[in-house]
């Protein structure tokens, strides 16, 4: 349920000035019923709050001050929706199946087949599933359900009456995010999209993710986790985040609705059995999953996507009064349905 902003609480003068805009325009959209222009500036102002460094929250604060009136404001707005929130926030309507990969060896526990998944790094989307498995203890990060295929190919490491289920290899940055920065598409459309959402994500959560991410870098075990397949679908919808606590890698689940938390407990702490060859999941990239996540749930924005997405999917022809502008941006800043 979309949230009112709150009082602002900011000392500091350009933090105040911002905020204080973003105040005046959901003034301005309740006083005109607009439920768009509420959304837009709850995103901004909730991005204020959530960003989790104050150089980020400076770098909005100046964007923010600097629009002279509202159609920039409109834009900024925009921008962060389909460069920032868009970027986690899955198409709806996906499917998956368990990823595979036909020349991987025989899942057999051999040192032989341990070695490879060591030594190979991840480079797509079945390796980094596999050395996930392995660093995960072959079970859903969350639920602690084991991995189905896993277990087929090796029964003796599932404990008596342990829960077994389907898992799939979530990414915290997803893939879709790298598609298009090379080959033919150097320099195009989807090239300019991409390198947006990196430049979002640089001045919002103040880290250069894309020198981590870039290319094939973007199945680095950093950014994978193993989940079941309910917990990843509401993962990359932003109905599931991981809040950090002061433990190293011991994070506090949340969610948008107390339904979304089936088996899940309230912590849980991530180990691996070899921190330098099979890493944990990023805590700054969590961070920032984390903040989009709130972001998109107390401004409205996770609906208001979800509800672009449909209209993508139904939409051929744009309406000549206008109301499709918001439509036709998201669909020319390279939000697809994948």
Known sequence: MPQPL???????QPWQDAYAKCLHHEQVGNTIGDATALVR???LGYAMLETPSDTGRDFLAREINSCDDDDEF?????????????????????????????????????QETLQYLLEEAPQNHATAKQKALIRDGYRCMLTGAFDIVS????????????????????HIFPESTNVGMSGVNQDGAKHEYAATVWTVMARFGDTFVFDELNGPNVHRLENVMTLRGDEHTHFEMLNLWLESTNTPHTYTPQTTHPMYRWNIP????FTTPDPEKLPLPSPDYLR????????AHLSGAGEYITEILRDMEKTRVLSNDGSSALLLTAALEGISVH
């Open 6 to 12: 709150p009082t602002n609480n900011y000392v500091f």
């Open 288 to 295: 920032l999953h984390a903040a989009a996540a709130r972001v």
């Open 74 to 110: 409109e834009r900024l707005a925009t921008l962060y929706i389909t460069h920032f929130l868009r970027c986690f926030r899955a198409a709806t309507g996906r499917t998956r199946s368990p990823s595979t990969h036909p020349s991987r060896p025989s899942f057999d526990a051999t």
């Open 151 to 170: 277990v087929k190919e090796k029964p003796h490491i599932l404990p008596a009456d342990a829960p077994v289920t389907f898992t799939q290899a979530a």
């Open 266 to 269: 309230t912590t849980v702490t």
């Open 41 to 43: 500036a709850r995103i």
